[in-house]
C-alpha cells in the first residue's frame, strides 16, 4: 500500500515547517502593511536599534540571509530615509536615522498584533512551544551550516 501524497506532507518537516512560515507570513503581512514595511524590513531596523552600529555582514548573519538580500533591504530603508550608510575603506557602518523614532512604536504594536493572531490560532502554550523548539532546531542547522 503507497502513502498519500498528504501523507508526505503532513510528516514532512521541510513541508511543515515552510507551510507553517508562509500562514504566519500571510498574517504578517497584513499586519505591517498599516506601516508600509515588510516584517524583515522592521527587524532590521529593530536590530540596529538594540545594537547600534551595525555591518551589513553582521546584519545579515543576525538575521540569517545572504548578504545581497541585507544590502538591497538597507538601500530601500535609505531611500525610505531610515537608515544612514558611513563607508570607512572597506568598512561600512548602518546607523539609524531619526526618521526610525517616529514608526518605532508603530512597528512594536504590528509585531503585537502579529504575536496576538497567531496564538489565537495556536493557543499560547503551543504557540510557546513552537518557537521555543523551532528556535532551537533553527541554531543546531545554523551552527551545522556554519562549519
Same mark, same amino acid.
Given at each position: 500500500?503507497?502513502?498519500?501524497?498528504?501523507?508526505?506532507?503532513?510528516?514532512?518537516?521541510?513541508?511543515?515547517?515552510?507551510?507553517?512560515?508562509?500562514?504566519?507570513?500571510?498574517?504578517?503581512?497584513?499586519?505591517?502593511?498599516?506601516?508600509? %514595511?515588510?516584517?524583515?524590513?522592521?527587524? %532590521?531596523?529593530?536590530?540596529?536599534?538594540?545594537?547600534?552600529?551595525?555591518? $551589513?555582514?553582521?546584519?545579515? !548573519?543576525?538575521?540569517?540571509?545572504?548578504?545581497?538580500?541585507?544590502?538591497?533591504?538597507?538601500?530601500?530603508?535609505?531611500?525610505?530615509?531610515?537608515?544612514? !550608510?558611513?563607508?570607512?575603506?572597506?568598512?561600512?557602518?548602518?546607523?539609524? $536615522?531619526?526618521?526610525?523614532?517616529?514608526?518605532?512604536?508603530?512597528?512594536? !504594536?504590528?509585531?503585537?498584533?502579529?504575536?496576538?493572531?497567531?496564538?489565537?490560532?495556536?493557543?499560547?502554550?503551543?504557540?510557546?512551544?513552537? $518557537?521555543?523548539?523551532?528556535? %532551537?532546531?533553527?541554531?543546531?542547522?545554523?551552527?551545522?551550516?556554519?562549519?
Amino acid at each position: 500500500m503507497t502513502k498519500k501524497l498528504n501523507e508526505y506532507f503532513d510528516c514532512c518537516l521541510f513541508f511543515s515547517t515552510n507551510s507553517l512560515a508562509r500562514n504566519i507570513n500571510r498574517i504578517s503581512e497584513n499586519e505591517f502593511w498599516l506601516i508600509w %514595511l515588510s516584517s524583515s524590513y522592521a527587524f %532590521l531596523l529593530m536590530l540596529v536599534n538594540e545594537r547600534g552600529t551595525l555591518s $551589513t555582514w553582521e546584519i545579515s !548573519k543576525a538575521m540569517n540571509m545572504d548578504s545581497s538580500t541585507i544590502t538591497r533591504f538597507i538601500d530601500k530603508l535609505i531611500l525610505q530615509g531610515f537608515l544612514n !550608510k558611513e563607508t570607512e575603506g572597506r568598512k561600512t557602518k548602518i546607523t539609524l $536615522t531619526k526618521k526610525w523614532e517616529k514608526i518605532q512604536t508603530d512597528i512594536q !504594536k504590528a509585531w503585537m498584533r502579529v504575536f496576538q493572531k497567531y496564538k489565537e490560532v495556536l493557543w499560547e502554550e503551543l504557540s510557546d512551544a513552537l $518557537t521555543k523548539n523551532t528556535s %532551537l532546531a533553527n541554531a543546531k542547522f545554523t551552527n551545522l551550516n556554519s562549519k
